[in-house]
């Protein structure tokens, strides 16, 4: 099945043996999409992420978002992307390296009282960082994972108020959503 997408390229699904899809623009074909460092599940992209399917841009092998397209499934028909006019002489103000960094969660710190006592009296600026006061709670508890930029924020934050860096009760590897 061919259909012309929103952006005049040709979308081509091939789900017979392989179940890979491949796009093909009919200005330059895009380059191998499954050339991600660590396989995406589809599950982790959240509703509101940003697709990109410009395939001219010069960084689109190294775009998380470039290379998510591959993984939208066969029932999704419509979503959020980056129109061909964001990619500039200069860059993409979109773009999103396609590696895992390292996210952190959690600050109760029951082991260390002096950092518990840091992230309580610097709440509301942290507040700040995370999107306000439910958010908070939800990044103090571990539910939610700061991303590399929160945790810059936080550090300068904590070094400027005299306290010593903030440390987290969890770390992972994934990629950045946000």
Known sequence: MTTNCYFGCFLLKKLAKTGKISYICSEKPIKNMTKM???LDFSQIPPSWDYCFNNHCTKCEECL????GSEIPDDRQRGHAIFPNAVQEDG???FRADEPVQMATGFINENNPAMRQAFISLRHQIENITGGGGSYYL???G???LTPKQQEQMRKLFVDAGYPEPTYDRYKYSYDFS
């Open 143 to 145: 539910s939610k994972w």
């Open 139 to 141: 990044y103090r508890n």
């Open 92 to 94: 993409c103000p979109f």
């Open 65 to 68: 978002r470039y290379h998510s």
């Open 37 to 39: 460092k660590n396989k």
